[in-house]
């Protein structure tokens, strides 16, 4: 299943090429609408999701840095080791990887991960999610393949109990 590492390698390209546009364009905290509720807003972030850590001082980049650096090892050999016809997994592993690898390329060059895609999600009444909190494309890869191994877990266990009903 290693010809699944193209995905990973399309995902860190288009992350990378995206990250170095918007800091090519933008200046920090310029906001851009592109539509309503979607706006491009450069930010740094030098925690993990939702800004964890961010102030930590700056130890924090090099335990994300490692903790990235270890599961897209791990990751990369559970996708090694699948089987013809995992192909669905096989995506979702290969854009957690693709992902993890652009963030952690923001870390280790850059000592933070760059954020630009601002979300305003007006049906939830929380100010905490108005805006949501910036993204990239790093980020969205791993969401969609977080959501992809979820599916998968759901449609194994579904296809194990149908089995052991018979």
Do not use: C
């Amino acid at each position: 299943m290693k010809h699944w590492l193209w995905l990973s390698l399309v995902v860190l390209l288009l992350d990378q090429a995206s990250k170095w546009l918007v800091l090519a364009w933008l200046e920090p905290y310029q906001v851009v609408e592109l539509v309503p509720n979607l706006n491009l807003t450069l930010m740094f972030n030098t925690g993990a999701a939702f800004s964890l850590l961010s102030d930590a001082g700056g130890w924090q980049r090099w335990l994300f840095a490692a903790f990235a650096l270890a599961v897209t090892l791990v990751l990369v050999v559970w996708l090694l080791r699948l089987k013809p016809g995992e192909g669905w997994l096989a995506a979702g592993l290969a854009l957690i990887v693709g992902g993890a690898v652009g963030n952690l390329v923001d870390r280790m060059l850059l000592g933070h991960v760059v954020d630009f895609i601002q979300v305003y999600l007006p049906f939830i009444p929380l100010a905490l999610f108005n805006p949501w909190p910036s993204f990239n494309v790093a980020d969205s890869a791993i969401t969609i393949g977080v959501v992809m191994l979820i599916i998968e877990s759901l449609r194994g266990e579904r296809r194990h109990d149908t089995a052991a009903e018979r």
